[in-house]
């Protein structure tokens, strides 16, 4: 298996020799950015060292996964394509910058901080205040934003060998998922510019793990960190926050175990992490942004404006401003979501980059539906919250989503849970076919001494 072929060692001096080389091609920049992303990965293995599992394999993963996103953010930093993946980047840079200027007395407090940033609504003022605090302590330095978001990305992948393990107690199963998420292309990408995918994706990998762990018995740290992801969910992108909220909340009332220290432990655990959410001010408006987030009529402007906001738009004529026109929408939206772009849809370089990953999903997704078939038929309290959340967000991107690009670009959201089950998809198959092997080879050994045994 991969966790016995690559060697520790051998990554820790490739990532050192990757450091030096990127300190010689950005100078003082690249030295200040290995700097703090080498501090944040410092932590993350610290942690993954005093993990009660193989602390050897979550730390393979996770170096894997930090080269490979270090490598890659060095690439669209030095060559200036960040533009070609997304240009969103551009308002947390800027945004960033007049925040940084603004607390050290250099910049006024403009309109734009008070609307975006200080107003501590909608989708932008946790990764304005995230860059902002960076370009305050180093200077304006976007290639250390990206190596601390590629650091945190990277950590994605060990948390989510934690979850499969914690659900399917499987090893196996485990190191797949964990090298699925360190290797895969879109989620390598996405941690690799300065946009808040990365961290958005290992705050809810880490969130449900958290969860599943308070499921089993109550643990102050435990709640600590799923309370500071909630928060960060929330500052990130608030409608998530919500559905990340109703499946921690299943999961707890399912429940792995049902003593009664168990349901006390998820009880104290869930009064401890909403009135905290309610004592520091995110349930307050949570009415309000409940009932926009399930708005039909919202829903259904946004959906225009990604359809028709550029070529690879779809579903243009559909309406789902009502529950009919959203339910005839969904088949579409879904199909899309999960399986977009096809290759008749390869008009532009971007989506022919897409495609070889394209190929290897569609060929992960038979091995996902029988993850999913087991998980349900053995192991269903285990995995209901992270069910949950997949179903839930599925849905609402399939209703929601009317871009190619758009829908590719936040599939890895779901993605990254689905590794999971393709994890044990794979596991089954392969350990039937052992077993299959095992089976032919010991009943062949019975024939031969059949063979040796009977009279001549």
Same mark, same amino acid.
């Given at each position: 298996?991969?966790?016995?072929?690559?060697?520790?060692?051998?990554?820790?001096?490739?990532?050192?020799?990757?450091?030096?080389?990127?300190?010689?091609?950005?100078?003082?920049?690249?030295?200040?950015?290995?700097?703090?992303?080498?501090?944040?990965?410092?932590?993350?293995?610290?942690?993954?060292?005093?993990?009660?599992?193989?602390?050897?394999?979550?730390?393979?993963?996770?170096?894997?996964?930090?080269?490979?996103?270090?490598?890659?953010?060095?690439?669209?930093?030095?060559?200036?394509?960040?533009?070609?993946?997304?240009?969103?980047?551009?308002?947390?840079?800027?945004?960033?910058?007049?925040?940084?200027?603004?607390?050290?007395?250099?910049?006024?407090?403009?309109?734009?901080?008070?609307?975006?940033?200080?107003?501590?609504?909608?989708?932008?003022?946790?990764?304005?205040?995230?860059?902002?605090?960076?370009?305050?302590?180093?200077?304006?330095?976007?290639?250390?934003?990206?190596?601390?978001?590629?650091?945190?990305?990277?950590?994605?992948?060990?948390?989510?060998?934690?979850?499969?393990?914690?659900?399917?107690?499987?090893?196996?199963?485990?190191?797949?998922?964990?090298? $699925?998420? #360190?290797?895969?292309? !879109? +989620?390598? %990408?996405?941690?690799?510019?300065?946009? =808040?995918?990365? @961290?958005?994706?290992? /705050?809810? $990998?880490? #969130?449900?793990?958290? !969860? +599943?762990? %308070?499921?089993?018995?109550?643990?102050? =740290?435990?709640? @600590?960190?799923?309370? /500071?992801?909630?928060?960060?969910?929330?500052?990130?992108?608030?409608?998530?926050?919500?559905?990340?909220?109703?499946?921690?909340?299943?999961?707890?009332?399912?429940?792995?175990?049902?003593?009664?220290?168990?349901?006390?432990?998820?009880?104290?655990?869930?009064?401890?992490?909403?009135?905290?959410?309610?004592?520091?001010?995110?349930?307050?408006?949570?009415?309000?942004?409940?009932?926009?987030?399930?708005?039909?009529?919202?829903?259904?402007?946004?959906?225009?404006?990604?359809?028709?906001?550029?070529?690879?738009?779809?579903?243009?004529?559909?309406?789902?401003?009502?529950?009919?026109?959203?339910?005839?929408?969904?088949?579409?939206?879904?199909?899309?979501?999960?399986?977009?772009?096809?290759?008749?849809?390869?008009?532009?370089?971007?989506?022919?980059?897409?495609?070889?990953?394209?190929?290897?999903?569609?060929?992960?997704?038979?091995?996902?539906?029988?993850?999913?078939?087991?998980?349900?038929?053995?192991?269903?309290?285990?995995?209901?919250?992270?069910?949950?959340?997949?179903?839930?967000?599925?849905?609402?991107?399939?209703?929601?989503?009317?871009?190619?690009?758009?829908?590719?670009?936040?599939?890895?959201?779901?993605?990254?849970?689905?590794?999971?089950?393709?994890?044990?998809?794979?596991?089954?198959?392969?350990?039937?076919?052992?077993?299959?092997?095992?089976?032919?080879?010991?009943?062949?050994?019975?024939?031969?001494?059949?063979?040796?045994?009977?009279?001549?």
């Amino acid at each position: 298996m991969a966790g016995e072929i690559i060697n520790l060692r051998v990554l820790f001096v490739s990532y050192f020799a990757i450091a030096i080389g990127i300190c010689g091609v950005f100078l003082v920049d690249g030295a200040v950015a290995i700097a703090l992303s080498s501090i944040v990965a410092a932590g993350v293995i610290l942690v993954l060292r005093n993990s009660e599992l193989r602390a050897h394999d979550l730390m393979k993963i996770f170096m894997v996964a930090l080269i490979l996103r270090l490598i890659a953010s060095s690439v669209i930093h030095y060559f200036h394509i960040a533009d070609f993946f997304a240009g969103d980047w551009h308002a947390y840079d800027s945004i960033g910058e007049q925040l940084a200027n603004y607390w050290t007395g250099v910049g006024p407090y403009t309109g734009l901080l008070a609307s975006r940033v200080f107003s501590f609504r909608g989708t932008m003022w946790g990764m304005c205040l995230f860059v902002g605090s960076i370009y305050t302590t180093v200077g304006k330095n976007p290639l250390a934003v990206q190596f601390i978001i590629a650091a945190l990305g990277a950590a994605t992948a060990p948390v989510t060998y934690l979850c499969t393990f914690e659900i399917f107690k499987n090893r196996r199963a485990a190191l797949v998922a964990g090298f $699925v998420v #360190a290797l895969m292309p !879109s +989620l390598v %990408l996405w941690s690799s510019i300065m946009l =808040k995918d990365g @961290i958005m994706i290992f /705050l809810l $990998v880490l #969130a449900i793990y958290c !969860s +599943l762990k %308070l499921q089993e018995r109550f643990d102050a =740290k435990h709640v @600590i960190v799923v309370l /500071l992801a909630l928060m960060g969910i929330m500052s990130l992108r608030y409608y998530i926050f919500y559905v990340v909220c109703v499946a921690i909340v299943g999961g707890f009332v399912a429940g792995q175990k049902n003593t009664i220290r168990s349901i006390i432990a998820r009880s104290v655990a869930v009064i401890i992490i909403g009135t905290s959410l309610g004592y520091l001010g995110f349930l307050e408006s949570a009415g309000g942004e409940i009932e926009r987030m399930t708005s039909l009529e919202a829903i259904q402007e946004s959906r225009r404006d990604l359809s028709q906001s550029a070529r690879s738009g779809f579903g243009e004529d559909l309406d789902v401003s009502t529950t009919e026109g959203a339910f005839t929408a969904l088949p579409l939206g879904f199909t899309y979501l999960l399986l977009a772009p096809f290759p008749w849809q390869i008009t532009s370089n971007l989506a022919a980059m897409t495609l070889p990953e394209m190929m290897i999903w569609w060929v992960m997704i038979p091995f996902m539906i029988a993850g999913i078939y087991y998980s349900v038929r053995n192991r269903l309290r285990e995995s209901l919250s992270m069910l949950i959340f997949t179903i839930m967000l599925t849905l609402g991107y399939s209703i929601l989503q009317g871009n190619v690009g758009t829908a590719y670009r936040q599939r890895a959201q779901i993605q990254v849970f689905l590794f999971m089950f393709v994890a044990v998809g794979i596991t089954l198959f392969i350990e039937r076919r052992e077993n299959k092997r095992l089976f032919t080879a010991s009943r062949n050994r019975q024939m031969a001494r059949q063979i040796e045994l009977s009279p001549r």
